[in-house]
């Protein structure tokens, strides 16, 4: 068997056993679901998932990181500039994905998601960038501040009935952003002298 042949083997195997743990989970808890129903379910060995996965939650990962890539390509093939456009792609290509989001709600495992999420976006974001070195701890936290800041509403909105549009919520995230710092003193402050009320030991 040649590279390529057995690279799209391996594909195959483990969206099999990817697509078996996402229909054991529409009718039994997660956490009740063994590595036997797995296997089972995908009509392959418990050999063959080993090779591919260490453990159930490997599995649920793999499952979750297809979703983060395909939000990540999305994003490149459309490049935003303004923050409403980079949330409103976000939240258009969740509404998307729906199906998935409450798949993992009803196992009580969106933790788990947005956990891996932020981590993932960050991390191919400076792959995409070609970072060598380490950026500094401001933008760092910058960066997981704006995520979580996003998905914060994401899961809300998940909690709340899905009742808003993409655009509602994209709307809602910049306004957060906007006249979240209006109201703060110390926001003003640095808008009107250009420096912080404060001693800037880490900004």
Same mark, same amino acid.
């Given at each position: 068997?040649?590279?390529?042949?057995?690279?799209?083997?391996?594909?195959?195997?483990?969206?099999?056993?990817?697509?078996?743990? %996402?229909?054991?989970?529409? &009718?039994?808890?997660?956490?009740?679901?063994?590595?036997? +129903?797995?296997? @089972?379910?995908?009509? $392959?060995?418990?050999?063959?998932?080993?090779?591919?996965?260490?453990?159930?939650?490997?599995?649920?990962?793999?499952?979750?990181?297809?979703?983060?890539?395909?939000?990540?390509?999305?994003?490149?093939?459309?490049?935003?500039?303004?923050?409403?456009?980079?949330?409103?792609?976000?939240?258009?290509?969740?509404?998307?994905?729906?199906?998935?989001?409450? %798949?993992?709600?009803?196992? &009580?495992?969106?933790?788990?998601?947005?956990?891996?999420? +932020?981590?993932? @976006?960050?991390?191919? $974001?400076?792959?995409?960038?070609?970072?060598?070195?380490?950026?500094?701890?401001?933008?760092?936290?910058?960066?997981?501040?704006?995520?979580?800041?996003?998905?914060?509403?994401?899961?809300?909105?998940?909690?709340?009935?899905?009742?808003?549009?993409?655009?509602?919520?994209?709307?809602?995230?910049?306004?957060?952003?906007?006249?979240?710092?209006?109201?703060?003193?110390?926001?003003?402050?640095?808008?009107?002298?250009?420096?912080?009320?404060?001693?800037?030991?880490?900004?």
């Amino acid at each position: 068997m040649d590279a390529k042949a057995a690279a799209r083997k391996t594909a195959a195997t483990r969206e099999r056993i990817k697509n078996a743990l %996402l229909v054991l989970m529409e &009718d039994h808890p997660y956490h009740d679901i063994s590595v036997p +129903d797995i296997v @089972l379910e995908a009509s $392959t060995a418990r050999c063959t998932f080993y090779r591919h996965f260490p453990t159930k939650d490997d599995v649920l990962l793999a499952c979750c990181k297809d979703r983060f890539e395909g939000l990540f390509r999305s994003m490149q093939e459309e490049p935003s500039y303004t923050f409403h456009d980079t949330s409103l792609g976000y939240y258009m290509y969740w509404q998307e994905h729906l199906p998935f989001l409450k %798949l993992l709600q009803k196992q &009580d495992l969106l933790f788990f998601f947005t956990k891996n999420l +932020d981590r993932f @976006l960050y991390d191919v $974001t400076g792959q995409a960038g070609g970072e060598e070195q380490a950026p500094p701890a401001k933008l760092v936290y910058h960066f997981f501040c704006s995520m979580s800041a996003m998905s914060g509403i994401l899961l809300y909105w998940l909690n709340t009935g899905c009742r808003e549009s993409a655009e509602q919520l994209a709307q809602y995230y910049v306004s957060f952003l906007a006249e979240g710092s209006e109201g703060d003193k110390d926001c003003r402050f640095f808008r009107e002298h250009h420096s912080y009320p404060f001693q800037p030991n880490y900004v």
